[in-house]
């Protein structure tokens, strides 16, 4: 299973000093899985410790935190010989050993040379951590490129890249998009359903449905066991609430996110703040701050914490905790259920980095996303889940903000590439955006 961090990885790697690698992310987005069969198959060794599976490795970093030190006791632990110049130290689920956290300080300070990747499920929970001593990336579920790799469908794949403007490229992405629509982008939701292409479509539907709810339901019970001084059953209110809320609007873009009826008794912004916090501190929701009149750089500067909102962080979740079933998603019905359309675009800019997302409302008018682009300007996004593209909104910011390009994101083969200001691209090329603002 291709995943795009590895690149980044193996730049690092290939550098002469380097900061430990920390790779952050939900639980079961593959993380042990790009650090020790795909990264590490690129060392001659790798070592692994797991402080969650193995809790007595937490020994290790007992006393001296100097990594001589550290990497001795290791190895006496383990059995395993580690060579620091040649071999990859993997220290899996590090949150739940607080002084190896603090080590990678020394890792970066007393040995830049060595290759240290750690990795965990609630590094934004952390009470101390080694700010500017290491180098961090965070891992999402699999994109929508991601998935096409996944396929192994290499024509599909190429057409892709090449971001191929023709009704046959068309007709196939879009496919695999309203497949990707009901899998989402977890791991072993995405290799159930490639692994059992031979099977009738109803049990391929029937695995991986499994999968989903075996999924969601560890979350559920790592609410209890992580929350800390967080209410756990109110972090699952606002979780169980976020598929509710985005699925109560049609047709129209996703709206903020409501405080009443959540839980009892509780109304304002201030009775979930620390719930929302732990939920998007451990990349389970994804957030989106609404402007409103003129949008101006930084638009970080205009948003209100208490307006914002909420998305899943995995569409295929997303359609499982709704229990919307594959067949709806693959016929017409989906058109009008413009929430996944934007929950999926929300991810795929997630995973290009732009987390927050910012949106943007003027009376009756909406644009789903603003998007800033590195000479400062401020690009906005349409997006319509099907093939009507009338965009009454997209038209009143033009006339109110008048900005150099807009995007419009379609169930649609697209505009001509001689198109350079008002352009029309297809759902699945969201990870292109970037390139033509």
Known sequence: MKRTLLD?????????????????????????????????????NSVRIDFLETPNLKDAFDGSLHPDDILTNIELITGQIFNPETDLLILDEIGECESAVT??????????????AASGSNIGLLNTFPVGKVEQHNLRPLSFLEFLYASEEKALIKAFEAQTNSSAAHLKLFDKLTDYYFTGGMPEAVATWFSNKNDSILVRI?????????????????????????????IESVFNSIPSQLSSVMDESVKRFKFKGVAERKSRYSDFESAIHWLTRCRLALTCYPIEGLPRPPL?????????????????????????NYKELKQQNYEYKGYIAENFVQQELTALGVDPSYSWNDARAEIEFLLTNEDGKIIPVEVKSGKRTRAKSLQSYITKCQPHKTFKLTGTQGSSELEQTNIVMPLYYVMYLTQKW
């Open 103 to 116: 080590a990678l300080k020394y890792f970066a300070e007393k040995a830049p040379t060595y290759y240290i």
């Open 8 to 44: 980044q990885l193996i730049h690092w790697k290939n550098q002469a000093t380097r900061k430990p690698i920390l790779i952050d992310g939900a639980r079961q987005t593959g993380k042990t899985f790009l650090l020790q069969e795909l990264f590490g198959k690129t060392f001659p």
């Open 300 to 324: 970080a500067a205009y948003k209100k914490d208490n307006s914002v909102k909420l998305f899943l962080f995995d569409v295929g979740l997303l359609n499982r905790m709704l229990g919307s």
């Open 206 to 234: 029937e695995k991986v449905s499994k999968v989903q709810e075996d999924l969601i339901e560890g979350y559920r019970r790592d609410f209890g066991k992580y929350s800390g001084k967080v209410n756990a059953q109110l």
